[in-house]
């Protein structure tokens, strides 16, 4: 039985649960003189019922869903005869991918062998008896379940508590995927970057001046030392996250500061949507305009008055990407901004000053830390903006402070090492789960002081 | 400011004032200088935007036209297959109609120049033509057939004519083909059906958005159906119910600062947890959805939370008064009205979701899929995927389907924020 079946069979199966529960409820309440005799509405005796229906018997099916692949696949690599098995495992992972996308109907890779072909009808016969057996347990427990709550309906049944700790459970799990995200964040990415750092000692890489990722196929290849040194890559993320900064935090700042100060309503009418519209346009919409447009027109420029510019420069990707952060460096600090007291201003008016005087000395010093926070978290969007870079920076990792030549990111990097062909035991790969654990404890850093001096700010006014 | 402490009074003040009036003009340009600078931040993106916008449409709008060209296709005895059309040899068909519009072509060289002025695709138009209403021997087919991509950018002004031949693409032989196309008026710009109806091609000219599109459509439809829901519970809880606490607080820093994790740190996490640990199908809408639905979850909690904050408190009191429970409070009153508020989140974030390309980058949606797909375990590309796709190809068609990918995109982004500002607008409710 395909899932799709099983879980629409599991949804008619609870409605019908859930009409039972209900009736018995009312045929319950009408023998004993009316609903008021019931513990609680007659819907609740339903929901329970759909609820013992259908929570078991699905967990068990998601449970199912998760380890499918892998248990079927290990299966069925154990019955491989002899001779596959002696293979060697980048050779048998081969096979096994081979054997599968024959099942599924895909091309394969290789001629198709007669040990392969016999490999895929095990296999979907091993994919069909577990589809059936999940099938029958899965249903067998929704009947269970639902047979179970509904012999056990009562008038004191205390249905609606039952049916309310259920929910709170699922909201209390609904609400702590947050935090399984971040730990599956920090597992998997830790997990990788050990296995890298096995390979490359941590100074090596933390401290390291040469970056050329390519790792040999052949021993004797030419330039197969793979050289694993990610100060370059720091270097041109830092900085193109600069040129980005220089853009967006004084015109980020300046159109805040004019839209909630001085602009009128009409123009704010016009300018906030319009900042809108900045923010919501894609990343890779931003690097196509930057690798098509802004870049050839700085190496143009530049050209004209005698320079050589590359035609990836670090200054094309970080001018496009300081307009990107705009919007956000406006929005954050006009809640900043707006969230200083007007006491504060008429104090500052009553004692002669202008508008202008007003913002510099006493605006900007009492908003100054929401705004740093505020800037700190358009530098950490900066560090992990990837569809700019990828586009219009380059992949060579120069080590240079000269924005007119190319530099590379963490990002670009990250892109280009695990797109492709991946083998998850090369340094190779596994560099770019490294960059990944720096990329995202140097993020976190920032966001936790960015959020912690905003959130302090704020309190200081409210 | 004030040095003059000294003993007479009343002149002091009428001194105070005067140098506050010296000081008042350069303390007015400034003010004005000031005010100037705000003005000019704004412009600058402003100008930007405009420059953005009008230079993807200038490079996109010309997509929506292709060339065609008119080509008769005589239809002898014996060509097209009786018992089986499909399996006709249709390129030979078309290679032959073309060779008897230019009779003068013999060298084979000079032939395979002359055949590559036409798209491979224009047997398959043949092919569908035939099969949907079949020929009689001996009738002659005008077809509207696709030029290859080098002609259409000729045609569309991308390609000068007047520049050396080696510096074009077609050589001057080509040229003169083309001029007795033009001559006969049988070469034109017609609306562009492919781009709309075919997924991803090597040929730019067979190349659609159309599976791009519908990739989207399934991805978005993962997403959608995981983080509202989802998204919903989790605000519900930490809003209406949650004690405030050590664990509580944990849960709150995790998902501000999920918001703030770079989006490709996201493409890590499902490459090594969904595709390496659960063995789920590479470039698929499903793994791409529940990467998506993490990436979002934030900001629709947040969202949520601020719509369900906009309750008052004195609805909550008033159904506790009338002896609802805490959960019947949040059911049937403060959800209902919170709920246009976590909408217009939700779209907000799905707007978001559609425009994301790295962490789809990771899970390997940058394959080559010709393929449109047909569900959510089926490989697929995505709209901005394909953007990055197309944009790297080297073909200068490439660059109008590109920015047209990009119109396409924009279009649905704006419909959905539009529908976000209506459904604000409709049912935002003042207290």
């Not at chain 1, 590379?408 to 990250?414: A, E, L, S």
Request: aromatic content about 8%.
């Amino acid at each position: 039985m395909s899932p799709l079946l099983l879980l629409l069979l599991l949804l008619v199966l609870s409605v019908a649960g859930y009409i039972m529960g209900q009736q018995k409820a009312l045929g319950l309440a009408r023998k004993t003189g009316g609903t008021r005799n019931l513990h609680s509405l007659p819907v609740y005796y339903g929901a329970l019922t759909a609820l013992w229906c259908c929570l078991p018997a699905f967990f068990m099916f998601l449970f199912w869903i998760a380890f499918e692949q892998s248990i079927i696949t290990g299966l069925m690599a154990a019955d491989l005869p002899e001779e596959a098995l002696a293979l060697p495992a980048a050779r048998l992972n081969v096979l096994i991918n081979d054997i599968q996308s024959l099942a599924g109907g895909n091309i394969v890779s290789g001629e198709v062998t007669p040990l392969m072909q016999k490999a895929a009808s095990h296999y979907l016969s091993l994919k069909g008896i577990g589809q059936m057996i999940t099938s029958v347990i899965v249903l067998v427990a929704a009947v269970t379940g639902m047979l179970l709550v509904h012999g056990r309906i009562r008038p004191d049944m205390r249905a609606r508590n039952q049916v309310e700790n259920a929910f709170m459970g699922l909201l209390v799990v609904c609400s702590t995927i947050a935090i399984f995200t971040t730990i599956g964040i920090v597992l998997s990415i830790l997990y990788e970057a050990v296995r890298f750092f096995q390979q490359i000692p941590v100074t090596d890489f933390l401290f390291g001046l040469e970056w050329s990722p390519q790792m040999a196929i052949r021993e004797d290849q030419v330039g197969s030392s793979g050289a694993f040194g990610a100060v370059p890559v720091f270097v041109g993320t830092i900085l193109i996250s600069a040129i980005a900064m220089f853009v967006a935090a004084p015109v980020g700042l300046l159109s805040a500061i004019y839209l909630s100060e001085y602009a009128d309503r009409r123009l704010r009418a016009v300018a906030k949507p319009l900042l809108e519209i900045l923010a919501g346009i894609p990343t890779v919409v931003y690097g196509f305009f930057a690798a098509l447009v802004v870049a050839p027109l700085i190496r143009n420029s530049g050209a004209q008055i005698g320079l050589d510019v590359s035609s990836e420069s670090a200054l094309a990707a970080g001018l496009v990407m300081g307009i990107m952060i705009i919007p956000f460096v406006s929005s954050l600090s006009d809640d900043v901004i707006n969230a200083v007291p007007q006491s504060l201003r008429d104090g500052a008016y009553s004692v002669g000053a202008t508008r202008s005087e007003t913002i510099k000395h006493v605006l900007v010093p009492a908003a100054l830390p929401g705004i740093v926070g505020g800037l700190l978290l358009a530098v950490s969007r900066a560090i992990g903006e990837t569809m700019i870079v990828v586009m219009a920076a380059g992949l060579s990792a120069n080590m240079t402070a000269n924005p007119l030549q190319a530099v590379t990111t963490v990002t670009v990097q990250i892109v280009t090492l695990l797109v492709g062909d991946q083998e998850f035991d090369s340094p190779k790969t596994l560099a770019a789960f490294a960059l990944g654990l720096v990329l995202f404890i140097g993020t976190l850093f920032l966001n936790i002081i960015a959020l912690t001096v905003v959130r302090k700010y704020r309190e200081r006014y409210e | 400011m004030n040095n003059s402490s000294t003993k007479n009074g009343s002149r002091n003040a009428g001194r105070t004032i005067d140098i506050v009036n010296k000081g008042l003009k350069r303390r007015y340009r400034k003010e004005k200088r000031f005010r100037l600078y705000g003005i000019l931040s704004i412009a600058a993106s402003a100008a930007f935007l405009a420059f953005l916008l009008t230079s993807i449409v200038m490079n996109g709008y010309s997509a929506f036209l292709q060339t065609c060209i008119r080509l008769d296709v005589p239809i002898e005895a014996g060509m097209i297959d009786e018992s089986n059309p499909k399996r006709s040899d249709f390129q030979g068909i078309i290679k032959s109609a073309i060779r008897e519009y230019y009779p003068d072509v013999t060298e084979r060289r000079e032939k395979r120049e002359l055949y590559s002025l036409f798209s491979s695709g224009a047997a398959y138009q043949l092919r569908n033509n035939v099969l949907d209403n079949p020929p009689e021997a001996g009738a002659t087919l005008s077809l509207w057939v696709l030029a290859d991509d080098d002609v259409d950018m000729l045609m569309k002004g991308h390609m000068k004519r007047d520049v050396p031949e080696s510096e074009r693409r077609l050589n001057d032989r080509q040229l003169r083909w083309i001029e007795k196309l033009e001559n006969d008026d049988r070469i034109e710009k017609r609306f562009n059906t492919t781009f709309f109806t075919s997924g991803d091609s090597r040929e730019p000219e067979l190349a659609g958005i159309w599976g791009a599109v519908r990739g989207s459509f399934y991805t978005m439809l993962v997403t959608l159906a995981l983080s509202f829901p989802i998204g919903i519970a989790a605000a519900v809880y930490l809003e209406e119910f949650a004690p405030k606490n050590l664990a509580t607080d944990f849960i709150e820093v995790n998902i501000n600062n999920l918001a703030a994790v770079p989006s490709i740190v996201f493409g890590l996490l499902g490459l090594a947890v969904f595709l390496n640990f659960f063995g789920m199908p590479r470039s698929t809408p499903l793994v791409g959805g529940i990467v998506l639905m993490l990436m979002t979850l934030p900001t629709i909690i947040i969202a949520s939370r601020a719509a369900l904050k906009a309750v008052p408190p004195s609805i909550r009191e008033a159904a506790l008064g009338v002896g609802s429970s805490k959960l019947q409070v949040v059911s049937s009153h403060v959800l209902p009205l919170a709920l246009p508020g976590m909408l217009t989140g939700t779209i907000i974030g799905m707007a978001q979701a559609l425009g994301e390309t790295a962490p789809l980058l990771m899970i390997g949606m940058v394959a080559f899929i010709v393929d449109i797909p047909g569900g959510f375990t089926d490989p697929a590309a995505v709209m901005p995927v394909q953007i990055y796709l197309w944009a790297d190809s080297p073909e200068r068609a490439f660059v109008e389907k590109t920015s047209a990918a990009i119109m396409v995109l924009l279009g649905f982004l704006i419909a959905m924020n539009a529908l976000a500002v209506v459904m604000r607008k409709k049912f935002e409710r003042r207290w």
